[in-house]
């Protein structure tokens, strides 16, 4: 059974390449690291699944890859509402609340990005507009998993030329 990292990292070196049973019953931290190994085995829309669950399961997912591995995949699946692939919108008014501005998860709800800004200690609010090409995914139904709009909403950004200001 895989449990962690290193068991799925056997697996995969045994052969294993599937994404549901190497990520089964993993915390989810180890989403991103197991991602990384197997994402060169998989078609674009497999990949779309696996970097949505990646990227939401974890908690702060850019403390696990390199932002450029991440802007990588995402650009590699295209621009996704969820796992459907469509046009960005040309700009969005988004806002992220934290400690750091210049990091990739935003989101379009102001409230929401206020209870980011609440739960750090020292936490601000920004807002940028962000331009359609900047844009890398939109998921919404985060952490409820199911893409109904329930639950949190989140714009991947690629944030090298964003510029945030306080909200």
Known sequence: MILNY???LAAISAGETSWETLT????RNDLPAILTEV???MTEDQLAVALREA???AERPEDYLDRDEWIGMFESVGYRHNLDRVRPPAEVVLY??????NRMAWTADRAQAEWFRDRYPGGRLWTATVRGGDL????DGVRTGDGTGSGETEYVVNPDDIAPVPA
């Open 96 to 101: 992220r609340g934290g400690i750091d501005p």
């Open 24 to 27: 089964r019953n993993v915390g």
């Open 136 to 139: 890398l995914a939109y998921y």
């Open 39 to 41: 994402a060169w085995s």
């Open 55 to 57: 990227w939401v399961g």
């Open 6 to 8: 290193d068991d799925a």
